[in-house]
């Protein structure tokens, strides 16, 4: 692959990252202030972070894919990977461990859902 044609799919991964990571502070401050305003238990939490990383997903291979108009799968799976470096990374530096059976079902739903988003995008008419 020449470096004039990875320019492209590295501007819109870039891109589709960096909207997927914003809608995912969004989405984080959101659930915050729900539970700060209700009585939701810590129990609730987990199930609720596994479902904004997939909407993550989802939403950054969707863009990156209908910015680079082809090949969605490809364009949701460096998505997919980029978004799960950086949760692991992040969730490294939080608690010392790195991987366990948590951990790695909010990467593997993160990279699905940015699949499925890439596939979605390349697919979509509008």
């Not at 502070?25 to 990383?53: E, K, Q, W």
């Not at 470096?85 to 990467?107: G, M, P, R």
């Amino acid at each position: 692959m020449k470096t004039t044609n990875l320019k492209p799919i590295l501007v819109s991964a870039g891109i589709g990252i960096l909207v997927g990571n914003c809608i995912l502070f969004c989405l984080f401050a959101l659930i915050s202030l729900l539970i700060l305003h209700s009585n939701l238990s810590i129990d609730c939490i987990h199930p609720i972070i596994i479902v904004c990383g997939g909407i993550e997903g989802l939403v950054s291979g969707y863009l990156a894919a209908r910015l680079y108009q082809r090949k969605g799968l490809l364009m949701g799976l460096i998505c997919g990977v980029a978004l799960s470096v950086i949760i692991l990374v992040i969730t490294v530096f939080n608690t010392d461990i790195l991987i366990k059976a948590s951990e790695f079902a909010k990467i593997l739903i993160v990279c699905v859902s940015a699949c499925f988003g890439g596939v979605f995008g390349v697919n979509s008419k509008y």
